[in-house]
Nanobody, 124 residues
Framework: QVQLVESGGGLVQAGGSLRLSCAAS????????MGWFRQAPGKEREFVAA????????YYADSMKGRFTMSRDNAKNTVYLQMNSLKPEDTAVYYC?????????????????WGQGTQVTVSS
C-alpha cells in the first residue's frame, strides 16, 4: 500500500508560481509511474502531468506545456510539480497519483493510489 500526501498549494496571483510536492510512504515508489491531476469546482478531474519511474521525459497536458514541470526524487520518495505563469483557470484541487506500472498513463482510472489533494487558487 502506498500513501500519498500533497503539499505546497495556496493562493497566488496570476503570473505567479507554486511548487507542489507529493511525499509517498508505505513503500518505495521507485518503480511506479507518478501523475498529477486536478479538479476544478463543477468539473471532472483532468490529467496534468505524468512521469515514468526513471524520471525521464515527463508528459504534460497541452495547456500545461511550457508552464509546468514535473520531476521526481526517488531517493526521497517524492514527486514535484513546478507551476509557473499561473492563470486563474489553473485554480483547482491538485492530486498526486501512483500507478503500479512502468508505462505512462493519462487517465485517472489507470492509477492505483491517490493523495487527498492540495488546493491551488490563482487570483486575477
Amino acid at each position: 500500500q502506498v500513501q500519498l500526501v500533497e503539499s505546497g498549494g495556496g493562493l497566488v496571483q496570476a503570473g505567479g508560481s507554486l511548487r507542489l510536492s507529493c511525499a509517498a510512504s508505505g513503500r518505495t515508489i521507485i518503480f511506479y509511474t507518478m501523475g498529477w491531476f486536478r479538479q476544478a469546482p463543477g468539473k471532472e478531474r483532468e490529467f496534468v502531468a505524468a512521469i515514468s519511474w526513471s524520471g525521464g521525459s515527463p508528459y504534460y497536458a497541452d495547456s500545461m506545456k511550457g508552464r509546468f514541470t514535473m520531476s521526481r526524487d526517488n531517493a526521497k520518495n517524492t514527486v514535484y510539480l513546478q507551476m509557473n505563469s499561473l492563470k486563474p483557470e489553473d485554480t483547482a484541487v491538485y492530486y498526486c497519483a501512483a500507478r503500479r506500472d512502468y508505462g505512462l498513463a493519462y487517465t485517472s482510472d489507470e492509477y492505483h493510489y491517490w493523495g487527498q489533494g492540495t488546493q491551488v487558487t490563482v487570483s486575477s
